[in-house]
C-alpha cells in the first residue's frame, strides 16, 4: 500500500522540488552535525544556519515571486531584476540623502524607490506586451542600461547612509528576535497568493501564458496581463532592492543585486515550474529560492570559496534538474509501476 | 511546343496513406506541355498531399510517376532532386531572403562565377534578362523586400523557371495579391505557356480557374473525380463535383418552406452596415433576428469566417458599422462584443478554442468570469455548480470537471467550449465549423441543440462546410464567394443545387 501512496506523492506537483531542498539539507546534516542548531546570540536574535539561510534568500524569493508571473505570462524572463534593484537602491539612497538626519521621511524614500523600480517594471511590460519584442532582448534594455541609471543618479559614487534605522529593513527590528527580510518575503507570498487566489489574476496569468489567442477570443486583454506581470516583477524587484541595499546601509551600484536575476530564473525552474509558460505554482519557486541559497550556505560552511563556488553549485544545480526532468520522471513512473505489479503478484501468490 | 498535346507529367494510380487516413487513393493526373491545369478540391481533398508528392516532399506507397525525357519511372526523393527533374515549386509563403537582393534571390546556390569568384556583373545583367522575359524591369540591385508581395511572387517564379521550366508548380499563389497583382501573374502564366511551360495551378478561386486555365482535375476525399476541359465544365457543375454532389441528383431535394413569413414580427437583434476587414472580408449588410439560425455558405477562403469574426471583432472590423439591439456599438476586442451579448466558438478548436492545460471547469468558468471582470472572482462553490450543470445538460464525457481539457476527446472538447459560452448566456452564438472533426453521434447531437437555442430565442450564426448539415440546422443563409457577400437565401429557397449556384456564381440563372 505504501508503494502507491508514493506513486501518489511523486505525482504532486511540489514532490521533486521538495525532495531536492530535503537531499541539500540532509547532506549539510551529515556534513555539519550542528546545521540545525538555532540559538540565541548576544543580541537577543535568533542565530543559526536555518535561519541564515531563510534570511539570506529574502531577496530571492521576492525576485523569484515576481519572475513567477513573467514566465507563466508570457513564457520569457525578465532578466532586468538585478539591475532595477541597483536602481532602487540609488533612489532610496539619493532621495534620503548621506548626512547625519534623513532629508525626507524614510517612508517616503521606500515608497519613492519602489515605486521608480515599478515604472521599470511597467517598461519591460509595455516593450513586451504591447511592442511584442521578445523578453530577454526587452529586458535587456534594463539588465545593462540599469546599472547605469543607478550610478548617473549617485554620481558614481558609494552613497552611504548614516542614519541608524535605515538598517532595519535588512537586519533586525529593536527587539524583534527574527531578521526583518523575513517577514518581508512572507508578507510578499502572502501578499501575492492572495491577490492570485482572491482575484481572478492567477487564471488569467495560466489562461493567457498557455493560449494568448485563445484567451483573447474569450474575453482577456492578454496584452494587459502580460503587462500587469511585469509590473509586478519590477515592484517585487524594488522591494528586493530596499533590502539589500539596506543590508549593507549603501547603494554600491554595480554589485547591489548582482546575477541575482539568474538565480530567480534557476529558482523558477527549480520549482518545478515550466519555462515555456501557463500553469505555474508561487510556492514552487520560493522552495526553489530557498534551495538555491540552502547551497551556497551549505557550500560556505563546508569550506568551499566564494571564487570556486559557482562550480559546485552548478554542478549541484545539475543534477536537481535531471532530476526534476520529463525523462527522470519517466523512469521512476517505470520503476514504481513494476514495484506495484510485483506487489501485486506477491499478494496473489501469497 | 511542335506537339502542343505532348504529355510532360504523368502520375498513375498514386496511393498514399497517413497514420489512420488515406490521404491519395490511386489517383492520376496528367499534365501536358503549354497548358495551365487547376487543381481543384475542398480542405482535405488530397491537393497539397499530391503535390509533395509529386516534388519529393512525401514519399508515397504506390503508383508511378513519368516525367517527359526521363526513361521510366521517377521517384523524387527530395525537393531539389524534384528540380533536377524539371519540376519547380512557388508556394504560397514566398520562400525567399528579404534581404537579398532580386539579383541574388534569382542565383542564391548557382551563382555564375567567374575565376573562382563570383560575377555580380554577370549575374544582374542575367537576372535583369529573365526579369525582361515577363516584362518587368525592376532594379535587381535592390533589396527583395523593396518590392510588393506581388513582385517577390513574380521573383520567385522567374528563380523557379530559370532553374528549369518543364513543370511549375503554383501553390495558391494568388491568395495575397489584390486584382492587378493577380492579373499581372495571370499574363506571366500565359507568356510561360505559350513557351511550353506545364502549369499546374492550386487555388481556390473559381474566377481565376475560368480566367487562365485550361483543364481541370477535381479531387475529393483523396480520391480522383476526374479531369475535365474548362469549357466543358460549369461553374455550378464543378462545385457540384468539389462537394461530391451530382448537380442532377440534388435538384430533387427541396425543403418545404415554412413559416419564414413570420420573420417580418422578428426583433432585429444585429445590424451590420458595409462592415468589412480590409484584406480578408469585403463590406457586407446583414441583419440578424433573435430566434433564428443564420448559415453563411461558402468555399474554403470565400470570407465566411471573417465575416463571423468581423462581427465579433477577433479581427477587428476596419470600415462600415454594428448595430446591436438598434445600438451602435464600437468592438475593439472580443470583451466588447462579448458584452453586448455575443459569443464565438472559432473553427480552430485548438489553436483558438482550449486553454489546453486547464480543467474542464476553468475552461468553461474562464469566459464569464472575463464578462465579470478581474475582481470579481466567481466563488468556487458556483463555478463548480456551473460546470456540473453544463456537463450534465451538454453531456459532456469526462473523467472530473478538474481533469485539464487536453485529455478530453475533440467532440467532448467543442462541447466544453460551447457550454463556456452558454454560461455567458448570449443572445448571439457563432459556431464557426462546430462539428468539424466530431463523431457523428455527437455532430447530430450539436445541431439539435443549436435549433434548440434558437427556438428559445437566441440567435445562432452557422458555418460549416457541409451544406447538408446547414439545411438541417438553419432558416436562412448568406453566401460569399472570394471575400464578397453574394446572396442571401430565405428558407423557402433553399436547397442544395440553389445554394451551389449562388456559391458557383456567374451563372445564377443556369
Known amino acids: ?350 | 511546343m511542335e506537339n502542343k498535346d505532348r504529355e510532360v507529367l504523368k502520375m498513375r494510380n498514386i496511393h498514399k496513406t497517413f497514420p489512420g487516413v488515406v490521404a491519395l487513393s490511386n489517383v492520376d493526373f496528367t499534365l501536358r506541355a503549354g497548358e495551365i491545369h487547376a487543381l481543384m478540391g475542398e480542405n482535405g481533398a488530397g491537393k497539397s498531399t499530391l503535390i509533395k508528392v509529386l516534388t519529393g516532399v512525401e514519399e508515397f506507397e504506390r503508383g508511378q510517376i513519368f516525367i517527359d525525357g526521363i526513361d521510366g519511372p521517377v521517384i523524387n526523393k527530395s525537393p531539389q532532386e524534384a528540380q533536377m527533374n524539371g519540376i519547380s515549386t512557388v508556394y504560397q509563403e514566398i520562400n525567399l531572403c528579404p534581404n537579398l537582393s532580386v539579383a541574388e534571390n534569382i542565383f542564391i546556390g548557382r551563382e555564375i562565377k567567374k575565376r573562382g569568384r563570383i560575377d555580380w556583373k554577370a549575374i544582374n545583367k542575367r537576372a535583369k534578362e529573365i526579369l525582361a522575359n515577363f516584362n518587368i524591369d525592376i532594379d535587381v540591385t535592390k533589396q527583395l523586400s523593396n518590392y510588393s508581395v506581388a513582385m517577390q511572387q513574380m521573383v520567385a517564379i522567374a528563380r523557379a523557371i530559370d532553374i528549369s521550366s518543364k513543370i511549375l508548380i503554383l501553390d495558391e499563389p494568388t491568395s495575397s495579391l489584390d486584382e492587378m497583382e493577380v492579373e499581372r501573374l495571370f499574363e506571366v502564366m500565359r507568356k510561360l505557356k505559350s513557351q511550353g511551360t506545364g502549369i499546374i495551378f492550386v487555388t481556390h478561386f473559381l474566377e481565376q480557374v475560368y480566367a487562365v486555365c485550361d483543364r481541370i482535375t477535381v479531387l475529393r476525399n483523396g480520391g480522383l473525380v476526374g479531369e475535365y476541359k474548362v469549357e466543358n465544365l460549369p461553374r455550378v457543375q464543378l462545385v457540384a463535383k468539389m462537394m461530391g454532389k451530382e448537380f442532377d441528383d440534388l435538384a430533387s431535394i427541396k425543403k418545404p418552406a415554412n413559416e419564414s413569413e413570420i420573420k417580418e414580427k422578428r426583433e432585429v437583434l444585429i445590424e451590420a452596415k458595409e462592415l468589412g476587414h480590409s484584406g480578408t472580408i469585403k463590406p457586407f449588410n446583414l441583419t440578424i433576428h433573435k430566434g433564428e439560425v443564420i448559415g453563411l455558405a461558402g468555399l474554403l477562403g470565400s470570407g465566411r469566417s471573417e465575416l463571423a469574426r468581423a462581427i465579433y471583432g477577433a479581427d477587428k472590423a476596419d470600415m462600415g458599422e454594428l448595430r446591436v439591439k438598434g445600438k451602435k456599438c464600437h468592438i475593439n476586442a472580443p470583451i466588447d462584443s462579448m458584452k453586448v451579448g455575443m459569443a464565438f466558438c472559432p473553427e480552430n478548436r485548438k489553436e483558438e478554442g482550449i486553454i489546453a492545460d486547464l480543467s474542464v471547469r476553468e475552461n468553461m468558468i474562464l469566459a464569464l468570469q472575463a464578462k465579470r471582470g478581474m475582481f470579481r472572482l466567481i466563488k468556487r462553490k458556483e463555478q463548480e455548480e456551473l460546470t456540473d450543470k453544463f456537463i450534465k445538460l451538454l453531456q459532456i464525457k469526462t473523467a472530473s470537471r478538474e481533469t485539464p481539457i487536453k485529455q478530453l476527446s475533440g467532440g467532448n472538447q467543442q462541447k466544453v467550449i460551447l457550454g463556456r459560452w452558454l454560461i455567458t448566456e448570449p443572445d448571439f452564438l457563432i459556431l464557426d465549423e462546430p462539428t468539424r472533426g466530431i463523431d457523428v453521434g455527437t455532430k447530430t447531437e450539436i445541431q439539435k441543440l443549436v435549433v434548440d437555442f434558437a427556438s428559445k430565442g437566441m440567435a445562432v450564426m452557422f458555418i460549416s462546410s457541409e451544406i447538408e448539415e446547414m439545411l438541417r440546422t438553419v432558416n436562412r443563409m448568406a453566401v460569399l464567394r472570394d471575400g464578397y457577400k453574394v446572396g442571401e437565401l430565405e428558407e423557402s429557397e433553399l436547397s442544395q443545387d440553389r445554394i451551389m449556384k449562388v456559391i458557383a456564381g456567374g451563372e445564377t440563372n443556369a
Open chain 1, 1 to 350: 500500500m505504501h508503494k502507491e501512496l508514493f506513486k501518489k506523492l511523486t505525482k504532486l506537483r511540489l514532490f521533486w522540488p521538495i525532495v531536492c531542498l530535503l537531499i541539500v539539507l540532509l547532506v549539510n546534516l551529515i556534513k555539519t552535525p550542528t546545521f540545525f542548531n538555532i540559538s540565541i546570540n548576544s543580541n537577543g536574535v535568533l542565530y543559526g544556519f536555518l535561519i541564515d539561510i531563510i534570511n539570506r534568500s529574502s531577496e530571492l524569493i521576492i525576485l523569484a515571486v515576481g519572475m513567477t508571473l513573467c514566465v507563466a505570462a508570457s513564457a520569457g524572463t525578465d532578466i532586468s531584476v538585478g539591475s532595477v534593484m541597483a536602481i532602487t537602491g540609488a533612489v532610496a539612497c539619493y532621495a534620503l540623502g548621506t548626512g547625519g538626519s534623513y532629508n525626507m521621511p524614510y517612508f517616503l524614500a521606500f515608497i519613492l524607490a519602489v515605486f521608480v523600480a515599478t515604472l521599470c517594471g511597467a517598461w519591460n511590460g509595455f516593450l513586451v506586451a504591447k511592442l511584442k519584442i521578445q523578453p530577454m532582448v526587452a529586458t535587456l534594455i534594463l539588465y545593462t542600461a540599469g546599472r547605469g541609471i543607478a550610478q548617473l543618479i549617485t554620481g558614481g559614487n558609494i552613497l552611504y547612509i548614516k542614519v541608524d534605522n535605515f538598517k532595519y529593513l535588512g537586519s533586525v527590528f529593536p527587539g524583534v528576535p527574527v531578521p526583518t527580510p523575513i517577514f518581508v518575503a512572507i508578507l510578499v507570498v502572502i501578499l501575492t497568493s492572495l491577490l492570485l487566489k482572491k482575484t481572478a489574476l492567477g487564471m488569467y496569468i495560466q489562461s493567457v501564458g498557455i493560449n494568448a489567442k485563445a484567451s483573447r477570443l474569450l474575453g482577456l486583454n492578454s496584452t494587459f496581463i502580460i503587462f500587469l506581470a511585469y509590473t509586478f516583477c519590477g515592484l517585487c524587484a524594488g522591494i528586493a532592492g530596499m533590502i539589500a541595499t539596506s543590508r549593507i546601509y549603501s547603494i554600491d551600484a554595480n554589485n547591489v543585486g548582482l546575477n541575482l536575476e539568474m538565480d530567480a530564473i534557476l529558482a523558477v525552474a527549480l520549482g518545478g515550474n515550466s519555462l515555456a509558460g501557463g500553469k505555474f505554482s508561487l510556492a514552487g519557486s520560493v522552495i526553489g529560492a530557498i534551495t538555491i541559497q540552502a547551497l551556497s550556505t551549505s557550500l560556505y560552511s563546508m569550506g568551499v570559496s566564494a571564487d570556486q563556488l559557482p562550480v559546485y553549485k552548478a554542478i549541484v544545480v545539475v543534477i536537481i534538474v535531471a532530476l526534476q526532468s520529463k525523462e527522470f520522471k519517466k523512469f521512476v513512473k517505470h520503476v514504481t509501476q513494476k514495484l506495484i505489479l510485483k506487489d501485486a503478484g506477491e499478494k496473489v501468490a501469497q
